[in-house]
T-cell receptor, first 111, second 117 residues
Framework: GESVGLHLPTLSVQEGDNSIINCAYS??????FIWYKQESGKGPQFIID?????DKRQGQRVTVLLNKTVKHLSLQIAATQPGDSAVYFC??????????FGAGTRLTVKP | EAGVAQSPRYKIIEKRQSVAFWCNPI?????LYWYQQILGQGPKLLIQ????????DSQLPKDRFSAERLKGVDSTLKIQPAKLEDSAVYLC???????????????FGEGSRLTVL
Protein backbone atom coordinates (compact mmCIF):
# COMPACT_ATOMS: atom_id res chain seq x y z
CA GLY A 1 0.00 0.00 0.00
CA GLU A 2 0.97 3.63 -0.18
CA SER A 3 2.96 4.95 2.73
CA VAL A 4 5.05 7.78 4.00
CA GLY A 5 8.71 7.05 4.49
CA LEU A 6 12.02 8.68 5.27
CA HIS A 7 15.35 8.37 3.51
CA LEU A 8 17.59 8.29 6.58
CA PRO A 9 16.87 6.85 10.01
CA THR A 10 19.56 8.91 11.77
CA LEU A 11 21.26 12.25 11.25
CA SER A 12 24.10 13.73 13.24
CA VAL A 13 25.08 17.38 12.87
CA GLN A 14 27.36 19.85 14.58
CA GLU A 15 25.78 22.58 16.67
CA GLY A 16 25.32 25.66 14.56
CA ASP A 17 25.19 23.79 11.26
CA ASN A 18 22.07 23.53 9.15
CA SER A 19 20.11 20.25 9.14
CA ILE A 20 18.11 18.76 6.32
CA ILE A 21 15.68 15.90 6.98
CA ASN A 22 14.06 14.23 3.99
CA CYS A 23 10.81 12.39 3.48
CA ALA A 24 9.33 10.52 0.53
CA TYR A 25 5.61 10.04 0.14
CA SER A 26 3.79 7.91 -2.39
CA UNK A 27 0.16 9.07 -2.24
CA UNK A 28 -0.08 11.68 -4.96
CA UNK A 29 -3.53 12.67 -3.68
CA UNK A 30 -2.21 13.86 -0.32
CA UNK A 31 -2.95 17.54 0.09
CA UNK A 32 -1.56 18.39 3.50
CA PHE A 33 1.78 17.65 5.10
CA ILE A 34 3.13 18.24 8.58
CA TRP A 35 6.51 17.89 10.23
CA TYR A 36 6.45 16.81 13.87
CA LYS A 37 9.19 16.70 16.48
CA GLN A 38 9.08 14.05 19.17
CA GLU A 39 11.26 14.16 22.25
CA SER A 40 11.75 11.12 24.44
CA GLY A 41 8.69 10.31 26.52
CA LYS A 42 6.53 12.94 24.90
CA GLY A 43 3.92 13.12 22.18
CA PRO A 44 4.74 14.54 18.75
CA GLN A 45 4.86 18.33 18.61
CA PHE A 46 3.89 20.35 15.55
CA ILE A 47 6.77 22.14 13.81
CA ILE A 48 5.46 23.34 10.48
CA ASP A 49 2.91 22.40 7.86
CA UNK A 50 2.41 22.91 4.15
CA UNK A 51 -0.50 22.43 1.79
CA UNK A 52 -0.15 20.90 -1.63
CA UNK A 53 -0.74 24.22 -3.41
CA UNK A 54 2.56 25.51 -2.04
CA ASP A 55 6.16 24.42 -2.57
CA LYS A 56 7.86 26.25 0.28
CA ARG A 57 6.94 27.56 3.69
CA GLN A 58 9.14 29.19 6.27
CA GLY A 59 8.87 29.39 10.00
CA GLN A 60 11.24 30.40 12.73
CA ARG A 61 14.55 28.66 11.86
CA VAL A 62 12.63 26.00 9.91
CA THR A 63 11.69 25.69 6.26
CA VAL A 64 9.62 22.99 4.61
CA LEU A 65 10.00 22.26 0.91
CA LEU A 66 7.50 20.25 -1.08
CA ASN A 67 8.31 18.76 -4.47
CA LYS A 68 5.15 17.19 -5.80
CA THR A 69 6.83 16.06 -9.02
CA VAL A 70 8.99 13.55 -7.16
CA LYS A 71 6.75 13.30 -4.08
CA HIS A 72 9.43 14.59 -1.76
CA LEU A 73 9.24 16.64 1.41
CA SER A 74 12.14 18.11 3.35
CA LEU A 75 12.63 19.96 6.61
CA GLN A 76 15.49 22.39 6.91
CA ILE A 77 16.58 23.58 10.34
CA ALA A 78 18.91 26.56 10.41
CA ALA A 79 21.63 26.92 13.04
CA THR A 80 20.79 23.62 14.70
CA GLN A 81 20.85 23.71 18.49
CA PRO A 82 21.16 20.93 21.10
CA GLY A 83 17.46 21.40 21.89
CA ASP A 84 16.67 20.31 18.34
CA SER A 85 17.83 16.78 19.13
CA ALA A 86 14.76 14.58 18.73
CA VAL A 87 13.00 12.27 16.31
CA TYR A 88 11.36 14.05 13.38
CA PHE A 89 8.35 12.65 11.55
CA CYS A 90 6.70 13.75 8.38
CA UNK A 91 2.99 13.08 8.06
CA UNK A 92 0.55 13.32 5.18
CA UNK A 93 -3.19 13.39 4.82
CA UNK A 94 -5.90 13.81 2.22
CA UNK A 95 -9.07 15.75 2.90
CA UNK A 96 -8.21 15.89 6.62
CA UNK A 97 -8.51 12.15 6.84
CA UNK A 98 -6.10 9.49 8.00
CA UNK A 99 -3.02 11.50 8.96
CA UNK A 100 -0.24 8.96 8.29
CA PHE A 101 3.27 9.13 9.67
CA GLY A 102 6.63 7.98 8.39
CA ALA A 103 9.10 5.97 10.43
CA GLY A 104 11.03 9.02 11.67
CA THR A 105 14.59 10.37 11.59
CA ARG A 106 16.58 10.75 14.77
CA LEU A 107 18.50 14.02 14.78
CA THR A 108 21.48 14.26 17.10
CA VAL A 109 23.20 17.61 17.58
CA LYS A 110 26.83 17.44 18.67
CA PRO A 111 28.18 20.31 20.77
CA GLU B 1 -5.42 26.49 26.51
CA ALA B 2 -5.05 23.13 28.23
CA GLY B 3 -3.53 20.37 26.14
CA VAL B 4 -4.69 16.85 25.40
CA ALA B 5 -4.83 14.84 28.62
CA GLN B 6 -4.23 11.11 28.75
CA SER B 7 -4.21 8.55 31.52
CA PRO B 8 -2.68 6.42 32.76
CA ARG B 9 0.84 7.37 31.68
CA TYR B 10 2.14 3.87 32.28
CA LYS B 11 0.50 0.47 32.53
CA ILE B 12 1.98 -2.99 32.89
CA ILE B 13 -0.26 -6.02 32.42
CA GLU B 14 0.07 -9.68 31.60
CA LYS B 15 -1.05 -11.08 28.28
CA ARG B 16 -4.74 -11.90 28.05
CA GLN B 17 -5.58 -9.21 30.59
CA SER B 18 -7.54 -6.10 29.63
CA VAL B 19 -6.63 -2.44 29.79
CA ALA B 20 -8.34 0.88 29.12
CA PHE B 21 -6.90 4.26 28.25
CA TRP B 22 -8.64 7.58 28.61
CA CYS B 23 -8.27 10.77 26.60
CA ASN B 24 -9.62 14.26 27.12
CA PRO B 25 -9.07 16.38 23.99
CA ILE B 26 -8.63 20.11 23.78
CA UNK B 27 -11.93 21.86 24.41
CA UNK B 28 -13.86 22.45 21.22
CA UNK B 29 -11.84 20.10 19.05
CA UNK B 30 -14.20 18.11 16.87
CA UNK B 31 -11.81 15.42 15.69
CA LEU B 32 -10.08 12.90 17.95
CA TYR B 33 -7.50 10.29 16.99
CA TRP B 34 -5.95 7.28 18.66
CA TYR B 35 -2.52 6.22 17.43
CA GLN B 36 -0.35 3.26 18.34
CA GLN B 37 3.39 3.91 18.41
CA ILE B 38 5.63 0.87 18.68
CA LEU B 39 9.18 1.58 19.82
CA GLY B 40 11.30 2.87 16.93
CA GLN B 41 8.36 3.42 14.60
CA GLY B 42 6.11 6.25 13.60
CA PRO B 43 2.59 6.55 15.02
CA LYS B 44 0.02 4.32 13.33
CA LEU B 45 -3.58 5.50 13.20
CA LEU B 46 -6.01 3.16 14.97
CA ILE B 47 -9.22 5.17 14.87
CA GLN B 48 -10.45 8.66 14.02
CA UNK B 49 -13.61 10.21 15.46
CA UNK B 50 -15.44 13.28 14.25
CA UNK B 51 -17.57 14.45 17.16
CA UNK B 52 -18.95 11.13 18.45
CA UNK B 53 -18.97 9.32 15.09
CA UNK B 54 -16.24 7.05 13.70
CA UNK B 55 -14.59 8.40 10.54
CA UNK B 56 -11.94 5.73 10.05
CA ASP B 57 -11.27 2.55 12.00
CA SER B 58 -9.83 0.49 9.17
CA GLN B 59 -6.59 -0.21 11.05
CA LEU B 60 -8.17 -1.03 14.40
CA PRO B 61 -7.87 -4.75 15.32
CA LYS B 62 -11.53 -5.04 16.13
CA ASP B 63 -11.29 -8.52 17.59
CA ARG B 64 -9.48 -7.08 20.62
CA PHE B 65 -9.50 -3.29 20.39
CA SER B 66 -12.51 -1.04 20.92
CA ALA B 67 -12.92 2.69 21.27
CA GLU B 68 -15.73 5.06 21.98
CA ARG B 69 -16.25 8.77 22.23
CA LEU B 70 -19.43 9.35 24.12
CA LYS B 71 -20.96 12.84 23.85
CA GLY B 72 -18.26 13.83 21.40
CA VAL B 73 -15.72 14.81 24.06
CA ASP B 74 -13.71 12.26 26.08
CA SER B 75 -12.68 8.97 24.57
CA THR B 76 -11.61 5.57 25.85
CA LEU B 77 -9.56 2.93 24.07
CA LYS B 78 -9.81 -0.64 25.36
CA ILE B 79 -7.75 -3.72 24.64
CA GLN B 80 -9.16 -7.10 25.61
CA PRO B 81 -7.43 -9.51 25.68
CA ALA B 82 -3.96 -7.97 25.35
CA LYS B 83 -1.16 -9.65 23.41
CA LEU B 84 2.58 -9.20 23.72
CA GLU B 85 2.67 -7.28 20.44
CA ASP B 86 0.32 -4.64 21.87
CA SER B 87 3.22 -3.24 23.90
CA ALA B 88 3.45 0.32 22.63
CA VAL B 89 2.67 3.93 23.43
CA TYR B 90 -0.95 4.84 22.75
CA LEU B 91 -1.22 8.45 21.67
CA CYS B 92 -4.36 10.50 21.62
CA UNK B 93 -4.58 13.60 19.43
CA UNK B 94 -7.24 16.16 18.64
CA UNK B 95 -7.82 18.69 15.90
CA UNK B 96 -10.16 21.62 15.30
CA UNK B 97 -10.65 20.59 11.69
CA UNK B 98 -13.46 18.52 10.30
CA UNK B 99 -13.05 16.07 7.46
CA UNK B 100 -13.61 17.77 4.15
CA UNK B 101 -13.24 21.23 5.58
CA UNK B 102 -9.52 21.67 5.29
CA UNK B 103 -6.74 19.95 7.13
CA UNK B 104 -5.32 21.17 10.39
CA UNK B 105 -2.69 20.52 12.98
CA UNK B 106 -3.03 17.59 15.34
CA UNK B 107 -2.32 18.26 19.02
CA PHE B 108 -0.98 15.20 20.83
CA GLY B 109 -1.10 14.10 24.42
CA GLU B 110 1.96 12.63 26.08
CA GLY B 111 0.76 9.10 25.54
CA SER B 112 0.05 6.01 27.60
CA ARG B 113 2.88 3.49 27.62
CA LEU B 114 1.65 -0.11 27.73
CA THR B 115 3.88 -3.06 28.54
CA VAL B 116 2.40 -6.52 28.08
CA LEU B 117 4.32 -9.31 29.82
Amino acid sequence: GESVGLHLPTLSVQEGDNSIINCAYSNSASDYFIWYKQESGKGPQFIIDIRSNMDKRQGQRVTVLLNKTVKHLSLQIAATQPGDSAVYFCAESYNNNDMRFGAGTRLTVKP
Amino acid sequence: EAGVAQSPRYKIIEKRQSVAFWCNPISGHATLYWYQQILGQGPKLLIQFQNNGVVDDSQLPKDRFSAERLKGVDSTLKIQPAKLEDSAVYLCASSRSLMGQGAGELFFGEGSRLTVL
